[in-house]
């Protein structure tokens, strides 16, 4: 990666609905933004990824982060980066959406908008970088207002993502 990719902090560049966004390695991620849920899951992916780049999924292990669960996404990374499928979705999120995620890709999640979600996640999985958000939603008849998303690369190979956990907070 190089050094003018380190880190790059959005403040309403990315659509008007985005409040903040950053991505880059992650000692340069401002976790003082990050809700206690998405800072307990990201030091705990730090952790598992003892120095490298990027944990593999067995390295994961859900009953580490129980509080987390519901909150959890599982995403593949196929097409070289350029397709993301939900292999796995929190209660949380599946209530939120009102339906069943699993197998579904970016643009059935109604509250992203597909484009530019798509971007943020080819972005943390081409990288190898997490990638955070904080975004209002475009549902004005809901209770909830906006939401946190972390996304955060696994790597078997040590050379490309092969999934992202998306941890998702709405507000």
Known sequence: MSSDRAKRTFV???????????FGPPETLPIERFSP??????????????????????????IDIPRALANLMLWDVGDCGNSFSCRLAGTAICD???????????????????????AEYRTAALDMVPYYVERQLAWPERSISAYRRL???????????SMLIGVVQFE
């Open 12 to 22: 309403g560049a990315l659509g008007e609905r985005t409040r903040f966004a950053c």
């Open 37 to 62: 849920l998405l800072g307990t899951v990201f030091e705990y992916w730090r952790l598992m990824a003892r120095g490298r780049a990027a944990p593999t999924r067995r390295d994961i292990d859900p």
């Open 96 to 118: 939120f959406a009102g339906r069943e995620l699993r197998g579904q890709r970016i643009d059935a999640m109604h509250w992203e908008p597909p484009a530019q979600a798509t």
């Open 151 to 161: 996304l955060l690369p696994l790597s078997e190979d040590r050379r490309q993502t």
